[in-house]
C-alpha cells in the first residue's frame, strides 16, 4: 500500500513570495490533516478535512495561508506571502476515517524563507 | 485547550542502561500515541494506547497509559544506539476533532 505523497520535499524562497504544497493522501482515507513542525517543536494541526469537507481550521493564519481538497482526494496548502517564521516542516496526514483511526504521515517539505 | 507535556526534553544515556520518558496531558483524551522521529524523517508511529491500564511493548520499547492521573511513560530497557531518535507523545479527543495535540518531544542520544 502507497503512503502518503508530498510534494516537494525541500522548497526555498525568499520572504513575500508565495508558495505551494502537494499532498496524496493514502488511498480510501477521508480524512486529511495539515501539520507545521518548527523546529524543535511538535506538529502543530493547521487545518483537517473530512473528505472535502473542512472539520478544524482554527489555528490557519487565514490572512496568508489557505488550502483546499477540491475532490476529496489530493489537497494543497498555499502560503502567499511567505514570512520568515513560516519556515518549518509541513506535514500531511491520512487517516481512514475521522473518529480514532491512526494517522499515516507523510516525508513532509522543508520550508525554508530568507 | 489540551496541553501535552513531555519531560525530559532531552536525555543522554548510556548503551545498556534503562530510563523512562513522561508525557501528561491536561484533559480528557481518547487516545494517546507515541511517535518516533529521526532527524529529516517523518513520524513512525510507535504505539497507541486507548484505554486505563494500557500497557504495549515493542522490542525495547514499553509504553503504559494511566488516564486517571493523565499520564503515559515510554519505558526504554537496555538502550542501543539505533534508538537514538526525538519520541513525541499525542493525544486527541473529539473536542479537537481527533486531530492530534503533541509535545515537544524528547531527544534521545544513546551512547556507547
Known amino acids: 500500500e502507497a503512503g502518503v505523497a508530498q510534494s516537494p520535499r525541500y522548497k526555498i524562497i525568499e520572504k513575500r513570495q508565495s508558495v505551494a504544497f502537494w499532498c496524496n493522501p493514502i488511498?480510501?482515507?477521508?480524512?486529511l490533516y495539515w501539520y507545521q513542525q518548527i523546529l524543535g517543536q511538535g506538529p502543530k494541526l493547521l487545518i483537517q478535512?473530512?473528505?472535502?469537507?473542512?472539520?478544524?481550521d482554527s489555528q490557519l493564519p487565514k490572512d496568508r495561508f489557505s488550502a483546499e481538497r477540491l475532490k476529496g482526494v489530493d489537497s494543497t496548502l498555499k502560503i502567499q506571502p511567505a514570512k520568515l517564521e513560516d519556515s518549518a516542516v509541513y506535514l500531511c496526514?491520512?487517516?481512514?476515517?475521522?473518529?480514532?483511526?491512526?494517522?499515516?504521515f507523510g516525508p513532509g517539505t522543508r520550508l525554508t524563507v530568507t | 485547550e489540551l496541553k501535552v507535556e513531555q519531560n525530559p526534553l532531552f536525555l543522554s544515556m548510556q548503551e545498556g542502561k534503562n530510563y523512562t520518558i513522561y508525557c501528561n496531558y491536561s484533559?480528557?483524551?481518547?487516545?494517546l500515541y507515541w511517535y518516533r522521529q529521526d532527524p529529516g524523517k517523518s513520524l513512525e508511529s510507535l504505539f497507541v494506547?486507548?484505554?486505563?491500564?494500557a500497557v504495549k511493548q515493542e522490542g525495547r520499547l514499553m509504553a503504559s497509559l494511566d488516564t486517571k492521573a493523565r499520564l503515559s511513560t515510554l519505558h526504554i530497557t537496555a538502550a542501543v544506539h539505533d534508538l537514538s531518535a526525538t519520541y513525541f507523545c499525542a493525544v486527541d479527543n473529539s473536542n479537537s476533532g481527533y486531530a492530534l495535540n503533541f509535545g515537544k518531544g524528547t531527544s534521545l542520544l544513546v551512547t556507547p
Open positions: 484533559t480528557t483524551s481518547d487516545r
Open positions: 488511498s480510501g482515507h477521508a480524512t
Open positions: 496526514a491520512s487517516s481512514l476515517v475521522l473518529a480514532g483511526a491512526e494517522q499515516y
Open positions: 494506547l486507548l484505554s486505563n491500564g
Open positions: 478535512f473530512q473528505n472535502n469537507g473542512v472539520v478544524d
